[in-house]
């Protein structure tokens, strides 16, 4: 087998066992052989021994099986079904991405199993309108910016309530130099800093637009474990112990919202139980607690109480004053 037939010889075993063989779902010698022949190279038991040996070498996981007296060959995969099946459906339920980057996305997660595992999947059923936003593009370019550590200027758009887009600062770029990304509440954020204003700010990514790199920026000390403990959602302010009476049903849930090393259980009784966190106070940290008005009582701070009961107030007059025929103004 000259050199070039073998380079080829070793990149078609390892396409075969990529796709055809899995932990389920051995392949013989003798089938790889008939691959080989249909690419019209010849082989033996001894030279495809010896492929499986550079393979290996190389870093690929080949396993050995005995099934019905006959030895049998698959190749480890990098990821599990169970791990593929996790990264499908976070890719799947993700709001900010367009249906051609997810149909993308889960081609390419697909094709690190065989064609047996792929078909163990439930296939995607959710419909969705198409998004141009180009997403994909401007995270590349925006993570190759601050590995530059290069400034960006860009346009920011909000929509108005007829549903078109209306851009800030008047409609002149920002100047700024981007920090880190994040993803929050299911979108994608860039962190970017304000030479002016001397503070990082939030933009969300699908709302820049027109986005270019600019030149090399000095850099900027930016401790982003800090940021992000400051950083509710979004939201910042000063942190606060908050105490409440909750409900029995809703120990599962507050433990999944705040994490139970943030939780301080003070009492429980037969029906509820008492318990402090720290958090910031912040609108989400208010919408939480309203969806559970029926469920949750604050007993501290004051200040919360006051914004709940605000609230509250404000509901209830708007709709005491629909039911008799007001009009708001």
């Known amino acids: 087998m000259k050199p070039t037939e073998r380079s080829l010889a070793s990149l078609l075993v390892l396409r075969f066992l990529q796709e055809e063989s899995g932990e389920d779902h051995g392949v013989s010698t003798s089938d790889i052989s008939a691959m080989l022949e249909e690419h019209g190279i010849t082989s033996d038991r001894r030279v495809i021994y010896s492929i499986f040996d550079n393979l290996e070498e190389a870093g690929f996981h080949i396993v050995r099986i005995r099934s019905q007296r006959k030895f049998q060959y698959y190749l480890k995969h990098d990821v599990s079904i169970a791990e593929t099946f996790i990264l499908l459906s976070a890719i799947r339920e993700n709001k900010a991405l367009s249906l051609t980057t997810k149909t993308a996305l889960e081609k390419k997660i697909l094709s690190l199993l065989s064609r047996d595992e792929q078909r163990l999947l439930p296939a995607y059923a959710g419909e969705e309108k198409e998004k141009q936003n180009h997403l994909e593009e401007k995270i590349e370019l925006l993570l190759r910016a601050i590995h530059e550590r290069r400034m960006i200027s860009f346009q920011y758009f909000d929509y108005d309530v007829h549903g078109d887009k209306t851009y800030r600062h008047g409609g002149m770029p920002y100047h700024l130099l981007p920090l880190h990304l994040m993803m929050e509440n299911e979108r994608y954020y860039c962190i970017l800093y304000n030479f002016e204003r001397n503070m990082p700010l939030n933009f969300r990514i699908d709302k820049m637009e027109h986005i270019t790199k600019e030149e090399v920026s000095d850099p900027v000390s930016f401790d ?102 007001g009009t708001k103004k």
Not at 249 to 263: E, H, P
């Open 224 to 325: 982003l474990d800090n940021y992000m403990r400051k950083t509710f959602r979004m939201y910042t302010g000063d942190s606060e112990m908050v105490t409440a009476i909750f409900d029995n049903s809703m120990a599962s849930i507050l433990f999944d919202t705040f994490g139970k090393d943030n939780i301080m259980i003070n009492h429980v009784d037969k029906d509820t139980f008492t318990a402090s966190l720290r958090t910031t106070i912040t609108p989400t940290l208010v919408s939480w607690f309203l969806q559970f008005y029926d469920r949750v009582t604050v007993i501290r701070p004051t200040s919360f109480i006051e914004k709940l009961s605000d609230i509250a107030t404000t509901i209830l007059s708007n709709y005491n004053e629909d039911r008799k025929g």
